[in-house]
């Protein structure tokens, strides 16, 4: 059983910028892929960015350019870097972990990931 914990979000002016945290406690979390994703009011959740065993990253295109995910094996934790903030990406963020190791699949979407956490609320005033 993995656990995941987010942090970071909260209330920014678009344009702005914040970082989300997610801590594992997964002991083989430098060998699996870790992912984000996020759900607005109404919306169906979606894929935002992944990275990988070996830090390869993908991203969403209606985020690239502007957000930046990254790992810290030594922390255990996967950031997700979020600058030029748009209201239209007010949402509750997720992060995900998927219990392959060392898998080179790129992984975007819900039914990749195994483990998520309870999701933090990100809110961009226009």
């Known amino acids: 059983q993995v656990q995941l914990v987010e942090s970071g979000g909260g209330l920014v002016q678009a344009g702005g910028s914040l970082r989300l945290s997610c801590a594992a406690s997964?002991?083989?979390?430098?060998?699996?892929?870790m992912g984000w994703f996020r759900q607005a009011p109404g919306k169906k959740r979606e894929f935002v960015a992944s990275?990988?065993?070996?830090?390869?990253?993908y991203y969403a295109d209606s985020v690239k350019g502007r957000f930046t995910i990254s790992r810290d094996n030594a922390k255990t934790t996967v950031y997700l870097q979020m600058n030029s903030l748009k209201p239209e990406d007010t949402a509750v963020y997720y992060c995900?972990?998927?219990?392959?190791?060392?898998?080179?699949?790129?992984?975007?979407?819900?039914?990749?990931?195994?483990?998520w956490g309870q999701g933090t609320q990100v809110t961009v005033s226009s």
């Open positions: 997964a002991r083989t979390f430098s060998s699996i892929a």
């Open positions: 990275i990988n065993w070996s830090n390869n990253t």
């Open positions: 995900a972990s998927n219990g392959i190791p060392y898998s080179r699949m790129i992984r975007t979407t819900e039914s990749g990931y195994d483990y």
